[in-house]
């Protein structure tokens, strides 16, 4: 699958013009999508019900508790981002959302929230997130429902003409750590 992550969010003649792009022009399987400005701005990409729509939730820069972490009518943010998603946004059964590796207690509060639903945690490699927390807090019932992402830890493995096979032998080193921790 191609994710393109580019955290999409504009009015909706334009966000219907980054969908098109996303899932036609680029022909990604699902697309990354930032919910602040509401619901108008992420129908287009929802609509599109045989791709995937990831929503930021509670991701893994340091900064992002900035706001993420408001407290609104007795919930953080994020923790509305997360029933939204569940409950109102998903009609087509094509949301995910970004939790971040680097925040292990949202990751499972989230995963309480929204127990069927697929997440993307970026944040294990260069961010340090803890994977064995990651696999342990964010799998689903089933022990599947992530996308773990480590972006810097593997493309930038190596710098010299070796770095594809160092890439390689990075992105199968994580992929063993996440199965060792797995039931």
């Given at each position: ?41 992420l129908k287009p990409f929802l609509d599109h019900a045989d791709r995937g729509v990831i929503i930021l939730c509670r991701t893994s820069n340091p900064n992002s508790g900035d706001l993420q972490n408001l407290v609104c009518d007795g919930k953080m ?107």
């Amino acid at each position: 699958p191609v994710i393109l992550d580019v955290k999409r969010a504009a009015i909706r003649s334009t966000a219907s013009m980054y969908a098109k792009e996303a899932f036609e022009r680029y022909n990604a399987d699902a697309v990354t999508v930032n919910p602040y400005m509401g619901f108008d701005t992420l129908k287009p990409f929802l609509d599109h019900a045989d791709r995937g729509v990831i929503i930021l939730c509670r991701t893994s820069n340091p900064n992002s508790g900035d706001l993420q972490n408001l407290v609104c009518d007795g919930k953080m943010v994020y923790e509305h981002v997360a029933e939204l998603a569940r409950d109102k946004w998903n009609y087509n059964g094509n949301v995910a959302l970004v939790i971040g590796a680097t925040y292990p207690e949202e990751l499972r509060h989230v995963r309480e929230l929204c127990p069927e639903m697929t997440f993307l945690v970026p944040g294990v490699g260069a961010q340090g997130g803890d994977v064995q927390k990651v696999v342990e807090f964010g799998c689903d019932k089933s022990g599947h429902g992530i996308v773990i992402n480590s972006s810097r830890g593997i493309i930038y493995a190596g710098k010299g003409e070796d770095f594809a096979a160092l890439a390689g032998t990075a992105a199968r080193e994580l992929r063993d750590l996440v199965n060792s921790f797995r039931d």
